[in-house]
């Protein structure tokens, strides 16, 4: 109303001024006219500034006893969950763990957080608040270590609709177990489970579940790991009872994750494998060159050795066989036996060796002259002492002559002190296929005494029985 009047009169005074003077009693226009243009010309007052009620009288936290879950003693007050995950930072085999962090979610409506609005939106606000309302006691299930983050104030959001539904978000980091088998390692696939639940609520107070179901659950599609392939995320949900408290709602957060193999191949598979076949190089080395044969067979095995030292460090230690267990045992014992080998080699040639000094001596004692029946004869000189044991081994297929009298007379007339310098040996050769088959058996013998049976059999046997269980390997376990 009293706008009205001093606009009314200042319109008066603009007529009389329009005429060309002023009533005495209009002596106040001046000063009426100069307020009322200083009022059209004044800023409007800062909103800001201008004192308004507290957030806590405007949501009534100080009227309520927050201390109690929405709607005591009645139903279960159900918290709906949405999860999601910006990264899946590293999977420790040792410690059996992963570490994650997500933003967690839950909304639940709780009446007494009620507001009027005539604009019908929602309130936000950071944590101070969170320490003086109620809210779902959810844990992770399972977990090491986990922290909300405070960079650069604590990351935790909480949003009021004036209906009273509430949204509570924050952004955590978890390390939580993981049972892993590693029978198949390192053509493992693993799955883990982050695992949520209210601590002191059983489902009778408080019903958690996740809010819109499968879609509740949502992924970066960037999240890599080094050594995994994350194959798929998805949620479950299930009771989990303890005898002393009772049931309670659990959530879980399910993952599958596939190691990549070609890390563990260039570092495991392939030196391993190198190792088993420079072991049988020592086949093609002269069974007389001890020090040569000694040294690859011990270089081999310490390798192995240090290859299966450096895979175990970096595992747990399991009281069963893992796959890599099997491939790097079995190549151990393949370069093991390749020492072993050689070992029977080398003790076999020193028996053989041995056997053919003492025919040599045994033969250097006797002097006789053996005089075969021949169709065609021919006389092979062996002075005393130079006849090896593979040359006394030719004659044994040789039938005995009966000496002439002229020739037994010589060998009578001869004393005991005096020998003979070299014997006589009278060879027939029936035919050529007779010397043929001679030629054949002295270059077999030849073979023999430079390298031995065992290692012309091991040169076949340990390659096909390692390609063998490759084979075998890779088609169970791939």
């Not at 040569?292 to 067979?297: C, T």
Request: hydrophobic residues 40%.
């Amino acid at each position: 109303m009293a706008v009205m009047f001093l606009f009314h009169q200042t319109l008066v005074c603009l007529q009389a001024l329009s005429r060309g003077g002023l009533d005495s009693d209009m002596i106040f226009c001046p000063s009426l006219l100069f307020y009322f243009l200083s009022a059209l010309t004044k800023k409007p007052p800062d909103v800001t500034k201008s004192r308004k009620p507290k957030t806590e009288n405007l949501l009534k936290v100080d009227d309520h006893d927050f201390t109690m879950r929405p709607a005591f003693g009645g139903p279960a007050i159900p918290v709906g969950v949405d999860v999601q995950v910006e990264s899946l930072d590293s999977i420790s085999e040792v410690d059996m763990d992963f570490t994650m962090t997500l933003y967690l979610r839950h909304y639940w409506k709780d009446e007494r957080l009620s507001f009027t609005s005539s604009t019908n939106k929602s309130m936000t606000f950071d944590g101070r608040l969170v320490k003086k309302i109620w809210v779902p006691d959810v844990f992770f299930v399972h977990s090491k270590r986990s922290f909300i983050h405070d960079t650069t104030t604590e990351n935790i959001m909480l949003r009021v609709f004036p209906d009273g539904h509430v949204l509570y978000s924050l952004r955590v980091t978890v390390t939580a177990a993981c049972n892993m088998d590693f029978s198949r390692f390192p053509l493992d696939s693993q799955t883990c489970s982050l695992e949520l639940e209210s601590y002191a609520y059983t489902d009778e107070d408080l019903m958690l579940y996740w809010k819109s179901g499968d879609e509740s659950l949502s992924t970066d599609d960037r999240i890599s790991l080094s050594q995994f392939l994350i194959q798929k995320f998805h949620t479950t949900s299930r009771l989990a009872f303890y005898s002393s408290t009772g049931w309670y709602n659990r959530l879980y957060i399910n993952f599958t994750l596939r190691r990549h193999i070609f890390f563990f191949l260039l570092q495991t598979y392939f030196p391993a494998t190198l190792m088993v076949m420079l072991s049988w190089v020592s086949f093609w080395i002269d069974r007389r060159a001890v020090p040569a044969r000694v040294s690859l067979g011990i270089t081999t095995v310490l390798t192995m050795s240090t290859i299966i030292t450096g895979v175990n460090a970096s595992m747990p230690r399991v009281s069963y066989i893992k796959a890599v267990d099997i491939y790097l045992w079995v190549s151990f014992v393949f370069v093991f036996l390749s020492v072993l080998e050689y070992a029977a080699v080398n003790y076999l040639s020193t028996v053989q060796d041995r056997r053919e000094r003492k025919m040599r001596e045994r033969a250097r004692s006797q002097s006789l002259a053996c005089t075969c029946g021949i169709s065609h004869t021919r006389t092979m000189t062996m002075l005393d002492g130079t006849y090896s044991e593979a040359d006394t081994n030719s004659l044994a297929g040789y039938t005995e002559d009966p000496m002439g009298p002229e020739e037994e007379q010589e060998m009578r007339g001869v004393s005991v002190s005096e020998k003979p310098e070299h014997m006589v040996v009278h060879l027939s050769v029936s035919s050529e296929s007779t010397a043929t088959k001679k030629k054949r058996s002295l270059r077999a013998l030849n073979i023999m005494q430079n390298t031995h049976a065992i290692d012309k059999y091991s040169r076949m046997f340990f390659p096909g029985s390692y390609i063998f269980f490759n084979l075998i390997y890779w088609s169970v376990y791939c």
